[in-house]
Every structure is written in C-alpha cells, then in structure tokens.
C-alpha cells in the first residue's frame, strides 16, 4: 500500500501565496516521478506541475513564473509553492506519484497513486 498525504491548503487573498506539501509512505521501492493537478468546480482535472527523478519539471502555461514544484527525495515529499495567487487558481489540488512497488522480493511494478485532495480557495 502506497499513501500520498497532501496538506497547505487553504483560504487566500488574490496576490497571496501557499505551500501545499505531500509526503508518500508505504512499501516503495522507487518513485519516479511526482506532480500536482487541480480541480476546479464543474471543470476536468488539469496537469499543474510535474518533476522527474531526473530533475525535469514541467509546468502549465497557466502558472508558469508563479508556481514552483520542488521534491525532497530523500523524504519522498514534493512540495508546490504557489505565488501571485488568482481568483482562477481556487480548485482542489492533488498529489500524483507514479512509483515502482514490490510484488514479491524479486518482483516489482508500477502504481500510480493519488492523494485526497486539498483544497486553496483564492479571494478577490
């Protein structure tokens, strides 16, 4: 079982900012990458932020210069810093891990795993 917990949501002014954080526990024997999406009321689930193992980040056009994904791979734990917040910014955002678990002592495969959601809600 693998458990990503998010945590750094909230209630913020327009021009504000946020840290969300999630960390992932459980029986891991890799993660390759980590990232962040959000979900805004009566849209689809969007990409915000990814960052690879390698050091690759890539980022949606709509919080480029703003937003910044960061990992602390010895904690297992990415963290989105989200700066010059809009009103177009509130939406629940979630952690994605894509990781490589053990199946048996010499088997592995892959599981992508989801967060519960937090949600940041941006005032105007």
């Known amino acids: 079982q693998v458990q990503l917990v998010e945590s750094g949501g909230g209630l913020v002014q327009a021009g504000g900012s946020l840290r969300l954080s999630c960390a992932a526990s459980?029986?891991?024997?890799?993660?390759?990458?980590m990232g962040w999406y959000r979900q805004a009321p009566g849209k689809q689930r969007e990409m915000v932020a990814t960052?690879?193992?390698?050091?690759?980040?890539n980022y949606a056009d709509s919080v480029k210069g703003c937003f910044t994904i960061s990992r602390d791979n010895a904690k297992n734990t990415v963290y989105l810093q989200m700066d010059s917040l809009k009103p177009e910014d509130t939406a629940v955002y979630y952690c994605?891990?894509?990781?490589?678990?053990?199946?048996?002592?010499?088997?592995?495969?892959?599981?992508?795993?989801w967060g519960q959601g937090t949600l940041v809600t941006v005032s105007s």
């Open positions: 994605n891990a894509n990781t490589i678990v053990p199946v048996t002592p010499q088997k592995y495969r892959e599981l992508e795993v």
């Open positions: 459980g029986s891991i024997f890799s993660i390759y990458a």
């Open positions: 960052s690879t193992n390698g050091g690759i980040t």
